[in-house]
Protein backbone atom coordinates (compact mmCIF):
# COMPACT_ATOMS: atom_id res chain seq x y z
CA UNK A 1 0.00 0.00 0.00
CA UNK A 2 1.41 3.12 -0.74
CA UNK A 3 2.07 5.97 2.15
CA UNK A 4 2.73 9.49 1.88
CA UNK A 5 4.57 11.41 4.26
CA UNK A 6 5.01 15.26 4.20
CA UNK A 7 7.07 17.69 5.82
CA UNK A 8 8.83 20.94 5.84
CA UNK A 9 5.60 22.95 7.39
CA UNK A 10 6.12 25.52 10.39
CA UNK A 11 5.46 28.90 11.84
CA UNK A 12 6.97 31.72 9.28
CA UNK A 13 6.36 35.58 8.84
CA UNK A 14 5.00 37.26 5.84
CA UNK A 15 7.48 37.34 2.76
CA UNK A 16 9.75 34.01 3.82
CA UNK A 17 9.46 31.06 2.26
CA UNK A 18 9.27 27.48 3.18
CA UNK A 19 9.78 23.95 1.13
CA UNK A 20 7.43 20.95 1.57
CA UNK A 21 8.27 17.74 0.53
CA UNK A 22 6.14 14.40 0.51
CA UNK A 23 7.53 11.12 0.50
CA UNK A 24 6.19 7.78 -1.17
CA UNK A 25 7.38 4.78 1.14
CA UNK A 26 7.79 2.94 -2.73
CA UNK A 27 7.93 3.39 -6.12
CA UNK A 28 4.65 4.13 -7.38
CA UNK A 29 4.11 2.25 -10.81
CA UNK A 30 2.15 3.54 -13.44
CA UNK A 31 2.33 7.30 -11.82
CA UNK A 32 0.28 9.79 -13.66
CA UNK A 33 0.02 12.89 -11.35
CA UNK A 34 0.70 14.28 -8.04
CA UNK A 35 -0.58 17.25 -6.11
CA UNK A 36 -0.36 19.37 -3.49
CA UNK A 37 -4.30 20.42 -1.79
CA UNK A 38 -4.20 22.45 1.27
CA UNK A 39 -7.30 23.28 3.76
CA UNK A 40 -7.36 26.52 5.76
CA UNK A 41 -9.47 26.33 8.69
CA UNK A 42 -13.22 26.05 8.43
CA UNK A 43 -12.83 26.12 4.78
CA UNK A 44 -12.74 23.08 1.92
CA UNK A 45 -9.81 21.33 0.72
CA UNK A 46 -8.25 23.75 -2.38
CA UNK A 47 -6.01 22.48 -5.22
CA UNK A 48 -2.87 24.37 -5.17
CA UNK A 49 -0.73 22.42 -7.93
CA UNK A 50 -0.38 19.77 -9.86
CA UNK A 51 2.50 18.12 -11.90
CA UNK A 52 2.35 15.06 -13.87
CA UNK A 53 4.39 12.22 -14.94
CA UNK A 54 6.10 14.56 -17.95
CA UNK A 55 6.69 17.31 -16.05
CA UNK A 56 3.25 19.18 -16.84
CA UNK A 57 2.57 21.90 -13.71
CA UNK A 58 -0.53 23.49 -12.88
CA UNK A 59 -1.44 26.41 -10.31
CA UNK A 60 -4.36 27.88 -8.50
CA UNK A 61 -4.14 31.73 -9.15
CA UNK A 62 -3.67 32.61 -5.65
CA UNK A 63 -0.30 31.32 -6.26
CA UNK A 64 1.56 31.85 -9.57
CA UNK A 65 4.56 32.96 -9.54
CA UNK A 66 5.14 32.41 -5.71
CA UNK A 67 5.02 28.39 -5.47
CA UNK A 68 6.62 25.97 -7.91
CA UNK A 69 6.42 22.56 -7.84
CA UNK A 70 8.85 19.84 -8.43
CA UNK A 71 9.19 16.07 -8.35
CA UNK A 72 11.86 12.98 -8.20
CA UNK A 73 10.47 10.07 -9.45
CA UNK A 74 13.81 8.04 -10.20
CA UNK A 75 12.56 4.53 -11.53
CA UNK A 76 12.49 1.98 -8.50
CA UNK A 77 13.31 4.79 -5.82
CA UNK A 78 10.51 5.90 -3.68
CA UNK A 79 8.92 9.22 -5.46
CA UNK A 80 9.19 12.26 -3.79
CA UNK A 81 7.13 15.63 -4.59
CA UNK A 82 8.26 19.09 -3.36
CA UNK A 83 6.65 22.34 -2.90
CA UNK A 84 8.78 25.79 -3.08
CA UNK A 85 6.44 28.34 -1.61
CA UNK A 86 7.98 31.66 -1.93
CA UNK A 87 6.48 35.49 -0.78
CA UNK A 88 4.42 33.46 1.78
CA UNK A 89 1.21 35.04 2.55
CA UNK A 90 -1.54 35.27 5.95
CA UNK A 91 -4.06 33.49 2.92
CA UNK A 92 -1.74 30.77 2.54
CA UNK A 93 -2.00 29.84 6.35
CA UNK A 94 -3.39 25.85 6.09
CA UNK A 95 -2.92 22.24 6.53
CA UNK A 96 -0.90 20.90 3.08
CA UNK A 97 -1.42 17.58 1.76
CA UNK A 98 0.43 15.99 -1.11
CA UNK A 99 -1.52 13.32 -3.60
CA UNK A 100 -0.59 11.24 -6.19
CA UNK A 101 -2.74 9.04 -8.55
CA UNK A 102 -1.41 5.66 -10.63
CA UNK A 103 -3.45 4.41 -13.32
CA UNK A 104 -3.10 1.43 -16.06
CA UNK A 105 -3.17 3.78 -18.87
CA UNK A 106 -1.65 7.48 -17.73
CA UNK A 107 -3.17 8.98 -21.11
CA UNK A 108 -6.36 9.53 -19.88
CA UNK A 109 -4.56 11.66 -17.01
CA UNK A 110 -5.66 14.78 -17.11
CA UNK A 111 -2.90 17.40 -16.46
CA UNK A 112 -4.43 20.09 -13.24
CA UNK A 113 -6.73 17.15 -12.18
CA UNK A 114 -9.11 18.39 -9.53
CA UNK A 115 -11.12 15.90 -8.16
CA UNK A 116 -9.68 14.81 -4.77
CA UNK A 117 -11.30 11.57 -5.50
CA UNK A 118 -9.21 10.53 -8.28
CA UNK A 119 -5.81 10.42 -6.30
CA UNK A 120 -5.94 7.19 -4.32
CA UNK A 121 -2.96 8.27 -2.17
CA UNK A 122 -2.77 10.98 0.32
CA UNK A 123 -0.31 12.06 2.68
CA UNK A 124 -1.25 13.20 6.69
CA UNK A 125 -0.71 16.85 6.40
CA UNK A 126 1.53 19.38 7.36
CA UNK A 127 0.44 23.04 9.32
CA UNK A 128 2.01 26.27 7.40
CA UNK A 129 1.20 29.26 9.10
CA UNK A 130 2.08 32.48 8.03
CA UNK A 131 1.69 35.93 10.66
CA UNK A 132 1.94 39.34 9.60
Known amino acids: QVQLVESGGGSVQAGESLKLSCVAN????????MAWYRQAPGKGRELVSTITNDETTTYAESVKGRFAITQDNKRNTPNKLYLQMNSLETEDTAVYYC???????????????????????WGQGTQVTVSS
Open 26 to 33: MYIFGLCG
Open 99 to 121: AAADRVDCSSWHPGEDDPGEYPY
